[in-house]
């Protein structure tokens, strides 16, 4: 597999990342913000996409998201949402876009992983010192999905829906794992395999990519998110089957 070749998988959770160049601002006003969280919605509606959770930071997206459709939709919807706000960036600025020419990504399994990494996209703003409370920054699908009044055009993804019986179930439950915080080893295994293209998830899972793909594709460290949080326990509440 060349060093460009994309692994998208369709019908698999994606987390995608796409940055500026030297963390150049694209986001500088409320406006340009605004637009791009129109463009998520009306993308999603003309490709097929489904959108699981989304964060805008001034110099970059994150979202993770599934193809319906062909797998090459990531590539289709990501190309859109750079090519919308490359140019209303210079309509308003006056400058030409510094996105970078490629986005990241690493395809998810379908497994606790995707809760893992939903909360470490809506956790952004707090780690990156934004904000001292998540609640406290509007450019991300945390208010949708965790604030009763927020209306919420959000794809919940089967992992979410098994938090609770109802949506007010859910949320809170959620809010409760996202008071627990990212675990930091978790954070270094993601962050390594959408930098470097890798595939997110098991050990048996990757397996089975590395030979669709005839190639290995995942790095090390290898592992698993933990089932329950903190000392007491080992991971995230949610779907605890891996394979």
């Known amino acids: 597999m060349s060093?460009?070749?994309?692994?998208?998988?369709?019908?698999?959770?994606?987390?995608?990342?796409?940055?500026?160049?030297?963390?150049?601002?694209?986001?500088r006003?409320?406006?340009?913000?605004?637009?791009?969280?129109?463009?998520?919605?009306?993308?999603?509606?003309?490709?097929?996409?489904e959108i699981h959770?989304?964060?805008?930071?001034?110099?970059?997206?994150?979202?993770?998201?599934?193809?319906?459709?062909?797998?090459?939709?990531?590539?289709?919807?990501?190309?859109?949402?750079?090519?919308?706000?490359?140019?209303?960036?210079?309509?308003?600025?006056?400058?030409?876009?510094?996105?970078?020419?490629?986005?990241?990504?690493?395809?998810?399994q379908p497994s606790q992983w995707?809760?893992?990494?939903?909360?470490?996209?809506?956790?952004?703003?707090?780690?990156?010192?934004?904000?001292?409370?998540?609640?406290?920054?509007?450019?991300?699908?945390?208010?949708?999905?965790?604030e009763k009044t927020q209306t919420s055009w959000l794809d919940d993804p089967e992992e979410y829906l098994r938090l609770g019986q109802d949506r007010d179930e859910r949320r809170l439950a959620y809010r409760d794992y996202l008071r627990l915080g990212n675990n930091p080893k978790e954070v270094d295994f993601i962050v390594n395999a959408v930098t470097r293209g890798l595939v997110t998830g098991s050990d048996r899972f990757i397996r089975e990519v590395a030979e669709k793909y005839g190639e290995r594709v995942y790095g090390r460290p290898r592992g698993r998110p933990r089932k329950k949080p903190r000392q007491d326990s080992d991971g995230p509440p949610g779907d605890d089957s891996e394979e």
Request: a positive charge; charged letters at 25%.
């Open 3 to 27: 060093s460009k070749e994309r692994v998208l998988l369709q019908g698999v959770p994606h987390y995608v990342v796409h940055k500026t160049r030297d963390g150049s601002p694209i986001f």
């Open 29 to 49: 006003t409320t406006v340009d913000f605004n637009y791009c969280e129109r463009q998520l919605l009306e993308l999603r509606r003309e490709y097929e996409v």
């Open 53 to 108: 959770a989304w964060c805008l930071l001034p110099g970059e997206v994150h979202l993770l998201i599934t193809p319906t459709g062909r797998a090459t939709e990531v590539s289709r919807f990501m190309k859109g949402l750079s090519c919308r706000t490359a140019l209303f960036f210079k309509k308003i600025h006056g400058e030409e876009s510094p996105w970078e020419s490629r986005f990241l990504s690493t395809p998810v």
């Open 114 to 146: 995707v809760l893992t990494i939903m909360r470490m996209i809506e956790l952004l703003p707090v780690t990156r010192g934004l904000v001292q409370k998540i609640n406290q920054y509007a450019h991300s699908s945390l208010r949708m999905r965790c």
